[in-house]
């Protein structure tokens, strides 16, 4: 069965940046486009972006088109987000999403960033 | 003004039935948009329930009842996620999503409780 397996718990200082893994099993990372949503405590999932993980096309959401980065290595079926210039908001959980037949037929379990000096 | 709006909170009964609310902003046609709906419980990632667009172009999500089903009110402009049957286990915070202005669109949730 399809399982998405993410890095885990971060803390990081602001103005550093993070990286976070999610390796695909199950299917190949390539025939589905992967999804980045991340949840501040207390809110609602936020999208962040998908890469398409055959061709390496990007679609960032606006408010993070300068500061986030997805790729992909398809040898080892595992996508990444990378966030840069951390600051106190972006202390979230965030997760992977594969897009299947739907957005978000399957979910990463999660990794908290925690941001902080 | 949120392109989408949801109560924050409600409540109902065992066995009685729950109408969830995702209100577009004004400047957004309901009746063009698919709706997804989203159930999370504490710990866990959001679990997609159903896409509803209309009654010939709705999707369930595997596993999930049909007690779960979508609908829309053209007059409120908005999405509904009806709960028949409510049991225990449907105490959950519910997220709608839509496809806006080149980027997927989350509600603010609604958290429903079920005593």
């Known amino acids: 069965q399809v399982q998405l397996v993410q890095s885990g718990a971060a803390v990081k200082e602001p103005g550093a940046s993070v990286k976070v893994s999610c390796r695909a099993s199950?299917?190949?990372?390539?025939?589905?486009?992967m999804h980045w949503v991340r949840q501040a405590p207390g809110q609602g999932p936020e999208w962040m972006g998908w890469i398409n993980p055959h061709s390496g096309d990007t679609n960032y959401a606006q408010r993070f088109q300068d500061r986030v980065t997805m790729t992909r290595d398809t040898s080892i079926n595992t996508a990444y987000m990378e966030l840069s210039r951390l600051r106190s908001g972006d202390t979230a959980v965030y997760y992977c999403?594969?897009?299947?037949?739907?957005?978000?037929?399957?979910w990463g379990q999660g990794t908290l960033v925690t941001v902080s000096s | 003004q949120a392109v989408l709006t949801q109560p924050s909170s409600l409540s109902a009964s065992p066995g009685a039935s729950a109408s969830l609310t995702c209100t577009l902003r004004?400047?957004?046609?309901?009746?063009?948009?698919?709706i997804y709906w989203y159930q999370q419980k504490p710990g866990s990632p959001p679990q997609f329930l159903l896409r509803y667009k209309s009654d010939s172009d709705k999707h369930q999500g595997s596993g999930v009842p049909s007690r779960f089903s979508g609908s829309k009110d053209a007059s409120t402009n908005a999405g509904i996620l009806l709960i028949s049957g409510l049991q225990s286990e449907d105490e959950a915070d519910y997220y709608c999503m839509i496809w806006h202005s080149d980027a997927w669109v989350f509600g603010g949730g609604t958290k429903l409780t079920v005593l």
């Open positions: 199950g299917y190949s990372l390539s025939d589905s486009y």
């Open positions: 004004s400047d957004i046609y309901v009746g063009t948009n698919r």
């Open positions: 999403a594969r897009e299947g037949l739907w957005f978000g037929e399957n």
